[in-house]
């Protein structure tokens, strides 16, 4: 059924997002490039029906790499009081990179009130992220339940921060992004401030408060129109025009 939709010009996005509204099944657009590739690869032409056919990067990582992260435990036991949003305080956390994939920010996104938080990191360790995601939470540790991140290894010190901010953390299944599509979709709204040819080694952290408050400060539809601010924290904001 994947085939026969690349072959009708469907871009692995639109097939994603078909087979889940029409079928309910859920496979990640990520998998489908890499499967499209795989068979490029193999000799095969599917990749002739996508408008870019350059590769992508694997910017999700590799799964055997992933696999060692030592005491993960799956997004599949999340409760539902997370999964549903029926509470305040339940973030996704990502790592988004500048020009070259030599620096990068770690971006935390609140489920429910879509409230971003951003941190500068100098390089991409474990340890690194660790300490931006403590010090971004540190402030609102006592509204603050729950992370969910991907396979990467920078969130191998996954048992620090739930110790330092005492929450659960989970970790999506691989090649799965739309598991933290909160977090996803914030991103690509940094992206207007941060485009993947930006080097992020010269930002500015009043560059990063800048655009953060832009984005907290952005009525959503699917906030009937509060800000994320408002929302997070149960107030009205006057907002500039």
């Not at 009081?81 to 070259?100: K, M, P, Q, S």
Request: proline share 3%.
């Amino acid at each position: 059924m994947v085939e026969d939709f690349i072959r009708q010009d469907f871009n692995p996005e639109q097939i994603s997002g078909r087979l889940y509204i029409a079928y309910g099944i859920r496979i990640s657009h990520e998998w489908i490039y890499q499967y499209i590739f795989s068979n490029k690869d193999k000799g095969g032409d599917l990749y002739r029906h996508l408008r870019c056919r350059k590769k992508r990067g694997k910017r999700y990582g590799i799964y055997d790499k992933r696999g060692k992260i030592a005491n993960r435990i799956g997004i599949e036991e999340r409760p539902d009081v997370i999964n549903d949003r029926l509470r305040l305080g339940d973030w996704e956390v990502d790592t988004l990179f500048g020009r070259g994939h030599k620096n990068a920010i770690v971006t935390l996104t609140e489920r429910k009130s879509r409230m971003a938080l951003v941190g500068k990191v100098d390089r991409l360790t474990a340890q690194s992220v660790c300490d931006v995601i403590v010090k971004l939470l540190t402030p609102l540790k006592d509204r603050s339940h729950s992370l969910t991140s991907d396979n990467d290894k920078e969130f191998s010190l996954h048992q620090r921060i739930s110790s330092l901010l005492d929450i659960d953390f989970y970790f999506d299944r691989p090649y799965a992004a739309w598991e933290r599509g909160t977090n996803e979709n914030m991103n690509g709204l940094l992206r207007q401030y941060f485009p993947k040819k930006c080097d992020l080694k010269t930002i500015a952290n009043k560059e990063i408060q800048h655009a953060m408050n832009k984005l907290n400060n952005r009525p959503r539809k699917c906030l009937d129109f509060k800000t994320p601010l408002e929302v997070f924290f149960n107030q009205n904001v006057a907002l500039n025009s």
